[in-house]
């Protein structure tokens, strides 16, 4: 058994089984042997990869469109401009180099980054050492102030529950101890007031997840924007309201077992946008953009013709493969979502227009 397998085990036969929720919080933040603690997981040698890291046309085009929606507010200074988990900072140094000739953007910048991995902060602070950011680990630390903001790949990596119909009632997956090996089992039925909702589209035995943090974090960002200004891009895989299990865990690129070696792989779920935009109500959103159509109407095409200029050979070929992915449905053009929080009244942000 690893260390965070016993240390799970030994919580499991104190007070019971555990909810996915604390078995995931537990796999990815544990402060010593935890999934994000431990390591930086992005890239080729990694377990995974995103946009920002398969083309620099992401950060390009999200720091655009952020910069476009801080023109329309009227340029509000001094505001904060602000990323939720920034893994290994490329998504930032890519819209900070696409916006440096944003007149008067860079100035009224504050660079606030929401990261809880001790690791990828010092990514970071390579990446971004020119930008002097400033590191808070919750949302609750963001400035009073107009905030832009930008999420990849940040809502998939809170904890989820799940919960399994049973009449009127709900069974929680829970993670429990068989055997000596974790293992999956179901509470007994109980009512969930907070799940009434979801009476009306599923039928017994169907499983629907829940994501309190994620909730909490939309709630924050909502009144921030609403109170002072500013702009939310959120982009993840996911659809507006979920439905079945979507809990995953990935090493190596590949798909694995999440039970199968704790605080080794990378957990994900699935985001509930409506969830999102329900909790962040203080503020408006913009409706559900597939990624592919976000980015085609932020310029994607434009942009790679343009970078196409300057690359022959196998760089040229890379950089058409990875336009292809970003974009095409049946790789991440569709699976993945973008969706905007601004202040009632104001413009949609660039590329979530109705
Ligand atoms: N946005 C980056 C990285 C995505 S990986 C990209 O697109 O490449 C998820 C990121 O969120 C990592 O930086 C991880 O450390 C961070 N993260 C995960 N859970 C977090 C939490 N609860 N609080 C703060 N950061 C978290």
Redesign the pocket.
């Known amino acids: 058994m690893t260390g965070l397998t016993q240390h799970l085990a030994a919580r499991i036969a104190t007070t019971g089984p555990v909810s996915i929720a604390e078995y995931m919080a537990e796999c ?2 544990h402060p010593t042997l935890g999934y ?1 603690a431990t390591r930086d ?2 890239g080729a040698e990694g377990d995974f990869t ?4 398969i083309s620099q046309m992401f950060g390009e085009l999200v720091g655009l469109a952020l910069a476009q929606a801080w023109i329309d507010q009227g340029r509000p200074a001094p505001f904060t401009l602000a ?6 900072g ?2 930032m140094a890519d819209l900070l180099r696409a916006t440096r000739r944003v007149p008067g953007f860079h100035d009224a910048a504050r660079l606030v980054l ?4 001790p690791v ?1 902060r010092a990514r970071q602070a390579q990446a971004l050492e020119a930008y002097a950011p400033e590191w808070i ?2 949302v609750d630390g963001l400035p009073d102030a107009p905030l832009f903001l930008v999420a ?3 809502f998939d ?2 904890p989820i529950r799940q919960f399994v119909r049973d009449g009127a009632g709900w069974r929680e997956r829970q993670v429990g101890v068989r055997d000596g090996a974790l293992c999956f089992g179901l509470s007994a039925a109980t009512p969930r007031p907070e799940l009434a909702h979801r009476l009306e589209d599923t039928r017994d035995g169907d499983l629907v997840e829940t994501c309190a ?1 994620a909730a909490a974090v939309a709630a924050t960002l909502g009144a921030r924007i609403a109170g002072h200004g500013g702009a939310a891009l959120v982009v993840d895989y996911g659809d507006w309201r979920s439905l079945g299990d979507t809990f995953q865990a990935v090493r190596g690129h590949e798909k694995t077992d999440p039970l199968a070696d704790p605080g080794a792989a990378d957990l994900t779920a699935h985001v509930d946008f409506e969830a999102l935009a329900g909790a962040a109500g203080d503020a408006a959103h913009t409706r559900l953009a597939p990624q592919g159509l976000f980015l085609e109407r932020l310029g994607i095409e434009h942009r790679a013709e343009a970078l196409a200029k300057g690359l022959s050979g196998p760089a040229l070929d890379s950089h058409a493969a990875a336009f292809r992915r970003l974009t095409l449905p049946e790789e991440m053009g569709s699976l993945f979502k973008a969706i905007g929080f601004h202040p009632r009244g104001t413009a949609p942000p660039p590329g979530l227009e109705a």
Not at 83 to 88: F, K, S, T, V
Not at 114 to 117: G, I
């Open positions: 990815l933040l994000y997981p992005l995103t946009a920002p890291e990323e939720l988990g920034p893994g290994r490329t998504l929401v990261e809880a991995s990828l680990g919750t990849n790949e940040f990596a809170l943090p």
